[in-house]
T-cell receptor, first 115, second 112 residues
Framework: SAVISQKPSRDICQRGTSLTIQCQVDSQVTMMFWYRQQPGQSLTLIATANQGSEATYESGFVIDKFPISRPNLTFSTLTVSNMSPEDSSIYLC????????????FGPGTRLTVL | QKEVEQNSGPLSVPEGAIASLNCTYSDRGSQSFFWYRQYSGKSPELIMFIYSNGDKEDGRFTAQLNKASQYVSLLIRDSQPSDSATYLCAVTFMEYGNKLVFGAGTILRVKS
């Protein structure tokens, strides 16, 4: 499976600021996904990011709050904008598996705390 | 009905026993089924996937799928304390394309 890295691994931010999370993969992948995992909860898909097209957002998530870039086949960023304490979560990127239908592999995650 | 349901646990088993984790899902043209393991503070790790009815074995892990009854299970034989983690069931549904829908996860504790 692909090697996935995320930056930063954790951050503590002030209310009203924005944070951009980077996701880097060591091989080219068509589809990348961004998830949120709130404390004690399961994973919720924020959006799907395909290279060369606008990200597709899930119900309850909007581009103004979570803008996503996908400039090439190995990189994506997720920005959490105008943060509030409710945005405190782990943010995870994942990539589709190669040659195995529907599989996804996750990066190490970014633990965000908003004060 | 929630789309993917799991008992949150915790499920406690003694070391060396078989741990049985269950997951049920709604009938929405389900396609693919996955089990992820998540240690505290870590990201989910894919441990098993299954697409067809029946059993699939990989080392100490066996995934069992029964589409007629809409459940998928994960058996862990010879459970070890290192198996203590949260196990997430995920399903893809035809109407959602290749998006994974996760259950809430089951906490497994293996006691030595």
């Amino acid at each position: 499976s692909a090697v996935i890295s995320q930056k930063p691994s954790r951050d503590i931010c002030q209310r009203g600021t924005s944070l951009t999370i980077q996701c880097q993969v060591d091989s080219q992948v068509t589809m990348m996904f961004w998830y949120r995992q709130q404390p004690g909860q399961s994973l919720t898909l924020i959006a799907t990011a395909n290279q060369g097209s606008e990200a597709t957002y899930e119900s309850g998530f909007v581009i103004d709050k979570f803008p996503i870039s996908r400039p090439n086949l190995t990189f994506s960023t997720l920005t959490v904008s105008n943060m509030s304490p409710e945005d405190s979560s782990i943010y995870l990127c994942s990539v589709e598996g190669q040659g195995v239908t529907d599989t996804q592999y996750f990066g190490p995650g970014t633990r965000l705390t908003v004060l | 009905q929630k789309e993917v349901e799991q008992n949150s646990g915790p499920l406690s088993v003694p070391e060396g026993a078989i741990a049985s984790l269950n997951c049920t899902y709604s009938d929405r043209g389900s396609q693919s089924f996955f089990w992820y393991r998540q240690y505290s503070g870590k990201s989910p790790e894919l441990i098993m996937f299954i697409y067809s009815n029946g059993d699939k074995e990989d080392g100490r892990f066996t995934a069992q799928l029964n589409k007629a009854s809409q459940y998928v299970s994960l058996l862990i034989r010879d459970s070890q304390p290192s198996d203590s983690a949260t196990y997430l069931c995920a399903v893809t549904f035809m109407e959602y394309g290749n998006k994974l829908v996760f259950g809430a996860g089951t906490i497994l504790r293996v006691k030595s």
